[in-house]
């Protein structure tokens, strides 16, 4: 158990190490004066409280970055601090200069920054996984997945842009709550899961190039699984998804699983698709396979292109 007593040095350290316990005393300590900064600059409100969510997700990320673990109360609120400033930026003008510039993110941690290489990840994984299915949806989809803007999302989750800056305010909020009163619980191995979820995606391209992709749908998805296009629309079930392969591997299409995402019963394929040599505008550059389960195995697929197709293709 980390003390309460403990230097912020010392947490800082343990931080760094991959305690996310120790991370999440720190911003326990120190939210008050994080909130204090963003108050000053934004104002009572919502813009103020996203500025301090979002300095935690980044010193999630980004706490190796920290020179002197020692000043770590000053970084956090300097973080806080660069937040406010970016919100405003628009409309005022940014003082040049800041004697807490104790090597601050210019911009917010990439996933990989976030996740890879750290023993924290499984938390962070964990974490995501309590959101509800929507938020941790657009979670998903925002941070770990190429339809990252908020309109790419509305359209693959066919609800209004404001909608999907809510659901992200919500897992902002919520995973900073968990990084303070469930970070010392032991969660499974993720990267595993993942590893394994990525394992069946490509498995499930080579059967279809083998002509037996109706074997695969089989035993990955449900009888009254339900496949959706692009558009919406449910066009059927397991048999049109075999059928839409089918098709385009007819067509010269092929497809090449570029990364898979996957927490709780929602995973998420992302494809590139390669056009045939004698056709190279047929199909868009990319899909994106967006999977609920059940137990498991596919309920529903949603087929999205982060590019709108130029010619008609199914898959």
């Known amino acids: 158990m980390i003390s309460t007593l403990e ?19 720190l911003v326990s300590r120190h939210q008050a004066g994080m909130q204090a900064v963003a108050l000053s600059l934004l104002g009572y409100g919502p813009d103020a409280e996203d500025a301090v969510q979002d300095a935690v997700l980044t010193a999630l990320g980004r706490i190796n970055d920290l020179r002197d673990p020692a000043a770590v109360g000053p970084w956090l609120r300097a973080i806080v601090r660069n937040n406010a400033r970016m919100r405003l930026r628009q409309s005022r003008t940014v003082p040049v200069g800041d004697v807490e510039a104790l090597a601050l993110p210019a911009t917010d941690p990439t996933p990989e920054e976030l996740l890879d290489g750290r023993s924290m990840q499984d ?101 009254d699984a339900e ?66 389960l059940r137990e498991g195995r596919t309920a529903r697929m949603r087929l999205y292109h982060p590019e709108p197709a130029r010619l008609s293709s199914t898959m």
């Open 227 to 292: 496949f959706v296009t692009p558009d919406g629309q449910v066009a059927g079930g397991p048999d049109f998804a075999v059928w839409g392969m089918n098709k385009d591997l007819n067509d010269g299409v092929r497809q090449r699983i570029a990364n898979v995402v996957t927490s709780g019963n929602v995973m998420i394929w992302e494809a590139d698709l390669i056009s045939p040599p004698d056709n190279p505008t047929h199909c868009p550059p990319s899909a994106i396979w967006l999977h609920t």
């Open 123 to 223: 938390w962070v994984w964990h974490a995501i996984g309590e959101l509800s299915e929507p938020v941790r949806l657009v979670t998903l989809l925002r941070y770990f997945s190429g339809a990252s803007s908020y309109e790419q999302i509305a359209a693959l989750c066919g609800v209004p842009v404001g909608t999907v800056r809510s659901r992200l305010s919500q897992a902002r909020s919520k995973l900073t709550t968990a990084l303070q009163e469930t970070a010392s619980k032991a969660h499974d191995d993720a990267a595993a899961q993942a590893a394994a979820r990525r394992r069946e995606a490509e498995q499930g391209l080579a059967t279809a190039y083998r002509g037996r992709f109706s074997d695969f749908v089989r035993e990955t998805w449900w009888s």
């Open 7 to 25: 230097s912020d040095s010392e947490l800082a350290l343990a931080a760094q190490s991959g305690d996310a316990t120790a991370l999440g005393v």
